[in-house]
């Protein structure tokens, strides 16, 4: 599915990386907690969250993570949309509840990501 | 790259400097997408050292994180000024922290770091005296 239709089925507003919606995603994850994000994501994966602080950027850029949706109508800051404008990380925004854009996207066929990155063992 | 040439670089970390947390791992992660290093191992390496200077940044009094590129894995150093970790086994179970709320309220501090650091590594050492600090050495490896 491509970023493009994300923004449409969730009825997004587009903050910045307009150039980047064509890109494709397979999985996603629903998350605040951004340990987690780093841990359990693969590549060409959307982040939907409710946290709007630089940390979800970096996140994002050092996970390779395809964008991010706020959900529930959370706004970020100037300096974070400027940073991900700079890195060409589409971020968008949503009205809609963490569950009801998680569901919407399940529905499409898009899957969550349950398996961790693993190589050292604990 | 031939096999002597390493890359290194070192980067200092200053306690409580959110706004720069990341900025190390995002430059390391631009020089190995540079050299070619795959995606995928590229991307382990960054959120090794992202995990680690969020750490020092959150529980640390400051330090240093040093990152050597070399033709067939990236080393990863990283020693803080304090306060040290008493319990280093227990630091290193899942979901126990000592971060307070306004660390949680940003996404860490959920006692994810350090096992997600040993995660991400081939190799991954930490040793930690109280009042002095902690060390840790990541390796990963491209193969």
Redesign the interface.
């Known amino acids: 599915m491509k970023l493009v239709e994300v923004q449409t089925v969730l009825r997004s507003e587009v903050l910045c990386g307009w150039e980047n919606l064509d890109r494709e995603i397979v999985t996603a994850c629903g998350a ?8 359990y994501t693969k ?1 060409r994966t959307l982040l939907l ?1 409710g ?1 709007t ?4 950027v ?2 994002a ?4 993570l395809m964008g991010i949706i706020f959900v529930r109508g959370k706004r970020p800051g100037p300096e974070v949309i400027e940073m991900a404008r700079v890195k060409g990380i589409p971020l968008m925004l949503t009205e809609l509840s963490m569950f009801d854009a998680c569901g919407i996207l399940h529905l499409k066929g898009i899957r969550g990501c349950s398996e ?5 063992e ?1 | 790259m031939n096999s002597r040439q390493a890359i290194t670089t070192e980067f200092k970390l200053k306690a409580g400097d959110f706004g720069a947390a990341g900025e190390a791992s995002s430059q390391i992660k631009r020089i190995l997408q540079q050299i070619g290093v795959k995606a995928e191992i590229a991307r382990r390496i960054a959120i090794s050292a992202y995990e680690a200077e969020m750490n020092v940044i959150i529980h640390s009094m400051g330090g240093i994180m040093r990152i050597e590129i070399l033709p067939d894995r990236t080393d990863i150093f990283v020693e803080d000024d304090g306060p040290g970790i008493a319990d280093v086994n227990l630091a290193m179970q899942e979901g126990y922290s000592t971060a307070p709320d306004h660390i949680r309220d940003m996404g860490f501090g959920a006692g994810m770091g350090l096992p997600n650091m040993a995660r991400c590594s081939d190799e991954f050492e930490i040793s930690s005296e109280v009042g002095v600090g902690t060390k840790i050495h990541m390796v990963i490896r491209y193969k």
């Open positions: 605040d907690l951004m340990s987690d994000v780093l841990v590549e969250t946290l602080n630089i940390q979800v970096r996140t850029e050092v996970g390779d961790r990155v693993t190589r050292c604990l």
